[in-house]
């Protein structure tokens, strides 16, 4: 069974930084597209940075300049790696394929203090 753990979340003050790092266990992730999503309680997840088979990115307008997402495909890890952190950023941040989601892993906790 296909499973994604997310790790490398913690508590920083704004203006900080965290890499964050998606593992995949039973599922290949330098096959598909990938994505990074953050979600706060009561509301969805939301799209936050991708990253095509290409190679090629994408990033949400609030996160360009601030968030790198990168692949590692000998270690099948995806990572985010955040600078300049805002309070806004905030939330808990999932890994999941573009399309075809698979289950939600448990998420990694982002917290910016102001």
């Known amino acids: 069974q296909a499973q994604l753990v997310e790790s490398g979340g913690g508590l920083v003050q704004s203006g900080g930084s965290l890499s964050l790092s998606c593992e995949g266990s039973?599922?290949?992730?330098?096959?598909?597209?990938m994505a990074w999503f953050r979600q706060n309680p009561g509301k969805q997840h939301e799209l936050v940075a991708s990253i095509a088979l290409n190679g090629i990115p994408h990033y949400i307008g609030s996160a360009k300049g601030r968030f790198t997402i990168s692949r590692d495909n000998a270690k099948n890890i995806v990572y985010l790696q955040m600078s300049n952190l805002k309070p806004e950023d905030t939330a808990v941040y999932y890994c999941?394929?573009?399309?075809?989601?698979?289950?939600w892993g448990q998420g990694t906790h982002v917290t910016v203090s102001s």
């Open positions: 999941n394929r573009v399309s075809y989601l698979l289950p």
């Open positions: 039973g599922i290949v992730l330098s096959r598909t597209g």
